[in-house]
């Protein structure tokens, strides 16, 4: 995986190719799936969400230019494997999940396998988790119609938030940078996420 789909397609962070080398990814999916799980493509997990193929793992991870001391928020825990690579790159993972059974099921899921250094919350991800900010990283795993503001707003001056923005349907992925003298947004890739579901989200799943 890490040779073929990561490296071979210009992912270039020794830390993000070691971390995505060390976390068992067949861990996080279904067993039916386990022969599957290191293909380049997204599985569903249930709830209507999927575990984002290894590429997009490895690309979003990357803008986030981590260097190991870093607080991290995570938007969208999901199956809990892209929490799982950010636990090993940085110092300290907050990761928030508004279905509940997958933060229940996340949270046995890290403690047997002893990722001490994520913290599980159950709620709107949309308004961040304002009791922790600020943070050096936000990373949305759900497709947003616009850069939440109140993100935005919970990074650090030097942090930087990693989202996919656009439709329902398709997106790009945003790198956007807070610094001193303002917001600076770079573009990435194309992408397709499943719909961020918030108050500053898309409003309902229909």
């Known amino acids: 995986m890490v040779e073929h ?25 279904d067993e039916r799936l386990r022969d599957r ?18 590429y997009m793992v490895a690309v979003m991870t990357e803008l986030l230019e981590l260097k190991g001391d870093e607080k991290v928020l995570e938007i969208g825990t999901g199956s809990g ?15 928030v999940e508004r279905l509940r059974p997958l933060a229940l099921k996340v949270q046995v899921l890290y403690r047997e396998l002893g990722y001490s250094n994520i913290h599980v919350i159950t709620g709107d991800g ?30 650090k001056t030097g942090g930087r938030l990693v989202i996919p923005v656009g439709s329902r349907y398709s997106q790009v ?11 600076s947004t770079a573009l990435s890739t194309g992408c397709v996420f499943v719909p961020l579901i918030g108050k500053n989200g898309w409003q309902d799943n229909s």
Request: aromatic residues 6%; hydrophobic residues 40%.
């Open 81 to 95: 494997y892209q929490g799982a690579v950010l636990s090993i790159l940085a110092s300290e993972v907050f990761t």
């Open 173 to 183: 992925l945003y790198q956007v940078k807070k610094t001193a003298s303002g917001i």
């Open 5 to 29: 789909q990561l490296k071979a397609r210009g992912i270039k962070d020794e830390r993000v190719l070691a971390a995505m080398e060390t976390v068992q990814r067949h861990l996080f999916v």
């Open 37 to 54: 799980a290191y293909d380049d493509c997204a599985h569903s997990i249930g709830e209507g969400q999927t575990i984002s193929q290894p």
């Open 126 to 155: 949309t308004l961040g988790l304002p009791g922790q900010a600020p943070f050096d990283g936000i990373i949305v795993t759900a497709a947003a119609p616009r850069v939440p503001d109140v993100l935005t707003d919970q990074l």
